[in-house]
């Protein structure tokens, strides 16, 4: 049966307020936790481009790491909140932390030097450029004679 957009995965909670584990992420990555790395994969003549969406990180909270052909995009963030009364006294700490992790396979022939990362209006941008693959020798058949 089809439900109106109004009925999300979440209603409830919004509904009524209820805390859940979501609320953590919310605290963390902002109202649109939920939308946390969309990406998009363009291609073009001689590179891809990849557009990481990672609103509210600075480029200290974003690591990219490339081993075994994988392009991995590791974002941690977190948050302390300490709240003390009248006279000084920790009367409720928090402390948070979040790490999201998302990794692409882009082959064995590029290294670090290769790949251009730009931040800029919390969009990661990468440049990845296309390299022939290797080439797997071609079947060579031995004659028999007689």
């Not at 990180?57 to 690591?63: A, L, Y």
């Not at 941690?76 to 790490?99: C, F, M």
């Not at 990845?128 to 004659?143: F, G, N, S």
């Amino acid at each position: 049966m089809l439900m109106p957009s109004i009925f999300a995965e979440n209603l409830f909670d919004d509904w009524f307020d209820f805390p859940s584990v979501r609320d953590i992420d919310r605290r963390l990555y902002g109202k649109n936790a939920a939308r946390e790395m969309k990406t998009d994969v363009r291609e073009h003549d001689d590179h891809y481009e990849v557009n990481i969406d990672l609103p509210g990180f600075r480029k200290e909270d974003i690591t990219l790491t490339l081993e075994n052909g994988y392009l991995t995009v590791t974002a941690a963030k977190s948050l302390d909140k300490d709240e003390t009364n009248k006279k000084g006294k920790v009367i409720r700490q928090e402390r948070w932390e979040g790490t999201m992790k998302r990794s692409f396979y882009v082959g064995d022939a590029l290294t670090e030097e290769d790949i251009g990362a730009k931040l800029e209006h919390g969009v990661l941008t990468l440049n990845v450029p296309k390299r022939d693959a290797k080439k797997v020798p071609e079947k060579k058949l031995i004659q028999i004679e007689g």
